[in-house]
């Protein structure tokens, strides 16, 4: 027991209520966010110390005893991806100061985010299948919202194509749920664990594995599921579109890490193998998509499909390494990516637009901008010594090493075309000519100082920072990732944890 | 009505999919629904149904008089509902805002492609200071 | 909507509609009942109200604006989950105290705390949607 597990959702849900109460106070709603983000880094990180040092740590909710009531259990996978929401939680509501304007701000801007917080915590944490269910729907009712927020034309057009697919897949996803309760009557995962290798129908529980892989395929955007995405994620304004791209789609990798390796492990030949065709084509499709398109938010869209397939495919592999390697892609992949598509829309800023072409004169003007831009593409195309490169070295390695030639070249390939598409962005809207329409702030407006962007210069600079700070030190954050993948392949543990001793 | 239950939920989920692969927006919507609904019938059928005591527990006695139901199935699909119902109100608000914005419920013309996305995010720091944007 | 009997009926009707709501969110103490189908009808009259006279006359009936009554269900369920944990226990395990006036005994708990929150949310939710609605 430990009572510490609920913060991580209480804090965000207190945050959120404040934040209603005092929604006419923008100074006061900006102060909590950002407060309230800090505070649950703070209890993230105690819980984090007492996972390190005692393994799982798990919380019967009222006192009713697993798997009667709900659990909570975080075990070092469930702390890692905590950990990377805390992180990126903070910087996004110190972006949101000025990038969020007043009247998103009246309508409720800060509690949705941190209802959305809560929600992504709440599935990270839970070790009840219906419960998470219901995480998923706190956190898919907050990214609705903020989504539609705003109701131009175009983020009308892109949350329908949202709000509709993640709707089905939703009910998909109770389907499965309630498929799971009529084989087992159960809906405590590490129970369901025990009782799954005990239904007779084996070609059923396949079956459900397959209703689970689409689910959470078309919450993680994967091939051919993943078409809302590059149609929706570039509309809002982009703190949001940063909060999305990182967190949200690593949330449906994490619940196909979460079943794919404690519930249905029965048929790894059949499921794992779909696992590892569809990781493939996400990775290849995506980067072709990013390479075909010329809006700077559209090519991230993209760029988010393709790095699932990474991760995806680290499952597949299913072995400690391979895990591990996902696990590690996922959290760097988090931190590369919104650092992207915060630089993007400071860029926006300075331009006025996303398109390329009427883009350019960035590296000119604004050489320290193009600094950190070149870390995080850098670090997405996996180059040393950044963060990026342990997480596909770790990845090729995993694959070499059970001989999957095929897809580990693949996956080298993909990192190259990743590199083709970020030059793109490079060469036309940093080396490019300054073009001929542009604000009148460019090239004036200095990124430090009075008048600056400086408020949104520092969630940049505090990522990039920590990209190099894990491409240069990557060593304990691998250690992490292994305890993680080990706990994972080995469920007996996590079962342990949640129902005592057997 | 084990075997009429789960007949009902299929041919109202195969509906829900015919809907929702219809045009016009509301066709769509009401899709979700149905196809919500029958989730929640599979949910309530693949919970055995059993003609038993309810699962109260009357006054002055500690436990419910057995055999009782089972009520969990019933919780759940009244969880899955208010949830439904949640979203279906903004599903709902959102296809109205789409129509009063965009002129037209059907699908093809909704998801027209748009113009320059940067038009959509309010343009500079203008709207930080200057109040309403 | 302009129409006497809907108006008169309104009167009338919202005061035993509360009423109502209010009974069926204490009887989902011991029995079917509670916050949750109290707050739907609670919501159903101010529905009601708005329908016959408008938003404008209903935001001030309601004296509370609806998303502060969110604010506040949200507030009074996240209270009633931290009370036990300062008794150190976990997160929403059920607290009970009972006061006695004489021959009749109250019963206060978390569990009525929550239920009063999920009675604010609903209905704080279901007005803000119609209210929402109404005056596109």
Redesign the interface.
Known sequence: MNGLLVLPIAIPLITATLALLFRKNSFLQRLIGVTGMAALLVSVLFIFRDVHTDGIQVLQLGNWAAPFGITLVADMLAMLMLGITAIMGVVVAIYSI?DI???RERFGYYPLLNILIMGVNGSFLTGDI?NL??WF?VM??AS??LL?L????????G???Y??IN??S??MF??G???L??MTGSLNMADLALRLPEVENTGLVTTVAMIFMVSFGIKAAVFPLFFWLPASY?????AISAIFGGLLTKVGVYALIRVFTLLFVNDTGYTHTILLWVGGFTMVIGVLGAASHM?F??ILSFHIVSQIGYMIMGLAFNTAMGVMGAIFYVLHNILAKSNLFLISGIA??LL????LKKMGGLYRHYPFLAVLFLISAFALAGFPPLSGFWAKLSLVKAGLSIEQYVITGVAILVGLLTLFSMTKIWLSAFWGKVPDEV?D?FGKQPLFGAGSLYILMIPVMIIAGLIILIGLNAQPLLEFCMTAAEQLLNPSVYIEAVLGPQ | MDTLLPIIAGAIFATGIYL?LRRS?IL?IIG?IL??NS?NL??FS???ISSENPPLIAAGSLEPMAPFANPL?QA?IL??I??GF??L???L??????Y???GTVD?DE??QD????????????G??EG??? | MKSLILHTATRLMIGVLILFSLFLFFRGHDEPGGG?IGGLVGAGAFTLYAIAFGTEATRKVLRIDPITLIALGLLSLVVSGLIPMFLNEPFLTGKWLFIEWGAMETKLSTPLLFDIGVYLCVVG?IVT?IF??EE?
Not at chain 1, 352 to 355: A, D, I, R
Not at chain 2, 93 to 98: D, H, M, P, V
Not at chain 2, 114 to 125: H, M, R, V, W, Y
């Open positions: 000025y304007d007043r009247e219906f269910y219901v729907e898919l009712i609705f919202t539609a705003g109701n131009s034309k175009n983020q009308l057009q949350a329908l194509k709000v509709f709707l089905f939703s009910l109770l389907f749920v309630a498929m309760y009529g570039h509309t809002p304004p982009v809006e938010r559209k926006q800023r006025g637009t996303f398109e604000p702030h | 929702l927006l769509t979700i196809i919500s989730v599979a949910l693949l919970g055995r199935p759940l969880t899955a208010v949830i949640g979203l109100a903004f599903a608000a959102l296809a109205y805002r789409s009063r914005e965009l699908q909704l998801l748009a113009e320059d996305t940067s038009a959509a995010i309010l343009p500079k720091n709207s930080k109040g309403n944007a | 949750f939710f949607v929402s609605l596109e």
